[in-house]
């Protein structure tokens, strides 16, 4: 079975509360558990940062609803291909707000909008989602 990873980043057209953000968490590990998704959400000053690993059309279906979402703007793909193991195994879906851990203050920028992350090494930022995912691991929740 070949597994896919794909890291993007978007915009939320309008910030969400703790609640909406606690039921985004609930439907994405819910569906991604029913699609054998695995992955990790940072949300920083409304710009999204998503990566899914999985089976590749699996992850193609819910990119592809995940782009025509109203509530994104500015989708862009910053990497994709396939890797030997899954870096968030067990985990359907975890959410990290900035409040908890600054991704962008972690890569030393300033980051307002999603045309900025594209000089992002993609790299950086899912070895910084990897580690914001181990600090977590004991609460894969809104923090």
């Known amino acids: 079975m070949t ?3 794909l890291l993007y980043a978007s915009r939320l057209v309008t910030p ?3 609640e909406g953000l606690a039921s985004l968490l609930e439907t994405s590990q819910r569906n991604n558990s029913k699609s054998g998704l695995t992955g990790f959400l940072h949300i920083e000053d409304q710009v999204v940062l998503q ?6 059309e699996a992850i193609h279906r819910v990119v592809d609803r995940i782009r ?8 862009v793909v910053l990497s994709e291909d396939d ?3 899954r870096y968030f195994d067990g985990w359907q879906m975890a959410l ?5 851990l600054s991704l962008f203050d972690l890569l030393g920028v300033q980051i307002q909008d999603v045309p900025e992350i594209k000089d992002a090494n993609p790299t950086d930022l899912i070895a910084l989602l990897s580690a ?3 600090f977590l691991r ?3 929740s809104v923090a």
Not at 68 to 75: K, L, S, V
């Open 3 to 5: 597994i896919r990873y």
């Open 16 to 18: 969400l509360a703790h």
């Open 51 to 56: 990566y899914l690993e999985g089976e590749p």
């Open 68 to 75: 025509r979402d109203p509530r994104h703007t500015g989708f």
């Open 83 to 85: 890797i030997t193991q």
């Open 96 to 100: 990290v707000e900035s409040a908890t």
């Open 132 to 134: 914001n995912a181990s």
């Open 138 to 140: 004991d609460r894969p």
